[in-house]
C-alpha cells in the first residue's frame, strides 16, 4: 500500500487531487475507468466501478419495489 501527501486543486467549478502514476498502476485502474467515490468523517474511498455488480444492485432495488412485502416476510 503506498501513501502520498497531496493539495487538493480547484477544477472548474470543482476540487480534485492528481492520483500518482505508481499508485493508480498500484490499484490497477487507469485513466478513463469508471469508479465509485465514497466519503464519511474526512476520508474518501475510491472504488473500480463492477458492472455486474451495478446490475445486482439495479436488479434487487426493481424486485424490492415489485415485491414490497417479500423481504418482510423473509424476515420473520
Known amino acids: 500500500m503506498s501513501t502520498a501527501t497531496k ?5 472548474g467549478n470543482s476540487t480534485g487531487v ?4 505508481n499508485m ?3 490499484s490497477g485502474l487507469s485513466v478513463g475507468d ?5 466519503s464519511s468523517k474526512g ?8 458492472p455486474e455488480f451495478d446490475a445486482m444492485c439495479t436488479a434487487a432495488d426493481s424486485f424490492i419495489a ?6 418482510k ?3 420473520e
Request: zero cysteines; hydrophobic letters at 55%.
Open 34 to 38: 469508471e469508479v465509485i467515490i465514497a
Open 18 to 21: 492528481v492520483i500518482p502514476a
Open 7 to 11: 493539495k487538493l486543486q480547484r477544477i
Open 66 to 71: 415489485d415485491h414490497p412485502n417479500a423481504l
Open 43 to 50: 476520508r474518501f474511498e475510491i472504488v473500480a466501478l463492477d
Open 73 to 75: 416476510k423473509l424476515g
Open 24 to 26: 493508480l498502476k498500484e
